[in-house]
Nanobody, 117 residues
């Protein structure tokens, strides 16, 4: 059906930058929302940023002004540019797409981001 593959995680020092990318294969149709979530052990998965196919964005308060989500509708890709990273940004980051045609969310396998000196 729909498969999401993330890339770009890793280890970075506080204040550094990383860019996460996600490619969707399969038919996600035109009406969808692509997003990034993150999760740390013992905590619920939380929304980091989302972007509709029309370009409307949503950000968690904790990342506003530091993270930027973007997408390429023609290529079915979504990216997350993360600047001024903080230790509290350390988490497993998951790509997500909500496809209204299916009425379902689809998830990537996750990519680890570690912010540490």
């Amino acid at each position: 059906q729909v498969r999401l593959v993330e890339s770009g995680g890793g280890l970075v020092q506080p204040g550094g930058s990383l860019r996460l990318s996600c490619a969707a294969s399969g038919n996600i149709f035109r009406s969808n929302t692509m997003a990034w979530y993150r999760q740390t052990p013992g905590k619920e998965r939380e929304l980091v940023a989302s972007m509709t196919n029309g370009g409307t964005t949503t950000y968690a308060d904790s990342v506003k002004g530091r993270f930027t989500i973007s997408r390429d509708n023609a290529k079915n890709t979504v990216s997350l540019q993360m600047n001024n990273l903080k230790p509290e940004d350390t988490a497993n980051y998951y790509c997500n797409v909500w496809v209204s045609y299916y009425g379902a969310h689809f998830w990537g396998q996750g990519t680890q981001v570690t912010v540490s000196s």
